[in-house]
Antibody, heavy 123, light 107 residues
Framework: EVQLVESGGGLVQPGRSLRLSCAAS????????MHWVRQAPGKGLEWVSG????????GYADSVKGRFTISRDNAKNSLYLQMNSLRAEDTALYYC????????????????WGRGTLVTVSS | EIVLTQSPATLSLSPGERATLSCRAS??????LAWYQQKPGQAPRLLIY???NRATGIPARFSGSGSGTDFTLTISSLEPEDFAVYYC?????????FGQGTKLEIK
């Protein structure tokens, strides 16, 4: 089955760290760029970060640049998001998403999504 | 940053009617625009990419048009399962933005 499964969310205090994981299955993971997209409760979608198929190209939203680090392990079909210096405004459901196109150095659109993992930043 | 503005914020229609949703970009995005549907408690689903290409498995009643700064998602005849929130999204080199969404509700 083609799917993405996120894990690692939870309740964390402001200023602390959290690492999210995304396990991919059912497709050739190392062919595609991958992304993290978040959605604050009751709000719209916000792209957070993306990584090319070979980790050679990476991008971040300005809101997380310098605090979050995306990475991937193609041998394990896994995507990660290391989140440091967390703030209340980082509270959201974090989705892992697959890019639609094969082998590009930058991303395009998101054609497969996980169900998300909830991150709550609060004291 | 390219800002996408969707209109209307809420659209109230009945099943069988035609829905027209708009997305305007603050600067040209060429044809690099996608549309997503999101139902409560679910992840978004890609409907349209490159402004007018239907994603895999998307019914033909969904169509997209436009280029540059003005884009439209049209649902030709609404089915009960089409009532949801719709987002547009643009892509540029590692900077992606979404519109704020249009809620399509049953009248």
């Amino acid at each position: 089955e083609v799917q993405l499964v996120e894990s690692g969310g939870g309740l964390v205090q402001p200023g602390r760290s959290l690492r999210l994981s995304c396990a991919a299955s059912g497709f050739t993971f190392d062919d595609y760029a991958m992304h993290w997209v978040r959605q604050a409760p009751g709000k719209g979608l916000e792209w957070v970060s993306g990584i090319s198929w070979n980790s050679g190209s990476i991008g971040y939203a300005d809101s997380v640049k310098g605090r979050f680090t995306i990475s991937r392990d193609n041998a394990k079909n896994s995507l990660y998001l290391q989140m440091n210096s967390l703030r209340a405004e980082d509270t959201a459901l974090y989705y892992c998403a697959k890019d639609i196109r094969v082998g590009y150095s930058s991303g395009w659109y998101f054609d497969l999504w996980g169900r998300g993992t909830l991150v709550t930043v609060s004291s | 940053e390219i800002v996408l503005t969707q209109s209307p914020a809420t659209l109230s229609l009945s099943p069988g009617e035609r829905a027209t949703l708009s997305c305007r970009a603050s600067q040209s995005v060429s044809s690099y625009l996608a549309w997503y549907q999101q139902k409560p408690g679910q992840a978004p689903r890609l409907l349209i990419y490159d402004a007018s290409n239907r994603a895999t498995g998307i019914p033909a009643r969904f169509s997209g048009s436009g280029s540059g700064t003005d884009f439209t998602l049209t649902i030709s005849s609404l089915e009960p399962e089409d009532f949801a929130v719709y987002y547009c999204q643009q892509r540029s080199n590692w900077q992606y933005t979404f519109g704020q969404g249009t809620k399509l509700e049953i009248k």
